[in-house]
């Protein structure tokens, strides 16, 4: 059996690598120019003409970071590299580290999701200071660009709320676990992209941004909800007991705008031919996301369960038949 990993897969190492090393340099460059170091460089007195001089330097400069804003870059950097190391290697300890880490990092420390504002502030396009807001850039175009190679990487890594939720389902007993009916799940993901409009042009219409607070759960992580909203996430989390993934696969505006992204995703998910009708990898998707031969890319977060199944000579009718028509070949007449 060839041991030569396939084009597509190596293909998806080459990119992830490319993008570990971005981080890596984008985590190096504001280190070499710190503040202290640009004070170094800057003359005691200025005379009008020399700070103009400074000035102009300063904007065509890279951006100096002060220790916070490095610190902050440092850390995103570190936990994005381990998002992607846990998606090139396929390692489930490693996707669940990554999980904890999103809710603990992503969000009580940093309290900084993608989130229906980033949105907004997309359709005015308006966006904040860059020298100011590294990161947050940082973050965004790792989004974009993730989603755009492999699909909604985003929600099943980055994510607190969808890393939350998706531990609960790992901890909570599947007997409590009830399925929407295929016809009504069906219909039941557009609800997302409806929710998405919705909030688009109430905002085109009002100017009012504030109206994301009641449709996405983020604030939870910095604790800045009002009773009534504490009272919707209460009855949010307790239906994700029993839909598992609820919020997510139904009602999450970002996702939806995520998945519009994801219909043009350049690296999908293999399939094997006996993929047609073979129904295993149908049922091990929790996201609904394989419906036949089809993988719907705008559901699939990609959390690696049908992957790893794919990539099982134990488990998977491929391999197995496979490993059937080689010992057919190899028995003496
Ligand atoms: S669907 Fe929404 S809540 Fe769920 S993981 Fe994606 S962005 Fe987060
Ligand atoms: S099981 Fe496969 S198709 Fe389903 S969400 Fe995970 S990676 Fe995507």
Not at 85 to 104: E, G, Q
Not at 176 to 193: Q, T
């Amino acid at each position: 059996m060839p041991n030569k990993k396939p084009t597509h897969d190596r293909m998806t190492a080459a990119l992830a690598k490319i993008i570990l090393f971005c981080l890596l340099a984008i985590l190096l460059v504001p280190i070499q120019f710190t503040p202290a170091q640009a004070q170094q460089n800057t003359p005691q007195t200025l005379s009008l003409a020399d700070l103009d001089a400074v000035m102009e330097e300063d904007e065509s400069s890279l951006p100096s970071l002060d220790q916070s804003q490095i610190t902050d870059l440092a850390t995103l950097v570190a936990f994005l590299a381990l998002a992607v190391t846990s998606f090139i290697k396929k390692s489930t300890r490693l996707k669940y580290a990554t999980m904890v880490a999103a809710i603990a990092y992503m969000g009580f420390v940093k309290g900084n999701l993608v989130s229906l504002v980033h949105i907004f502030n997309l359709a005015e396009w308006s966006f904040p200071i860059f020298q100011y807001n590294v990161s947050w850039y940082v973050l965004m175009i790792f989004t974009v660009v993730s989603t755009v190679f492999w699909g909604r990487l985003y929600c099943g890594r980055i994510c607190a709320f969808g890393a939350l939720t998706q531990l609960m389902d790992r901890i909570i007993p599947s007997r409590f676990r009830f399925e929407l009916p295929p016809r009504v799940d069906r219909y039941a993901i557009y609800v997302k992209y409806g929710i998405l409009l919705f909030a688009l042009t109430y905002f085109l219409i009002t100017d009012n941004r504030f109206i994301y607070k009641y449709i996405e759960p983020f604030w939870m992580f910095t604790l800045s909800g009002t009773a009534v909203m504490w009272v919707l996430l209460a009855a949010l989390l307790l239906v994700t007991v029993f839909i598992r993934n609820f919020y997510c696969r139904y009602l999450c505006s970002v996702g939806a705008a995520l998945g519009v992204i994801s219909n043009v995703t350049v690296f999908g998910i293999k399939r094997w031919k006996q993929c047609d009708t073979c129904k295993l990898c149908d049922k091990v998707c929790e996201w609904g996301a394989i419906q036949g031969p089809k993988i719907s890319m705008s559901e699939c977060v990609r959390c690696d369960d049908c992957e790893i199944l794919y990539n099982d000579k134990a488990k998977c009718v491929h391999w197995l038949m496979l490993a059937k028509n080689e010992a057919r070949h190899d028995t003496p007449e």
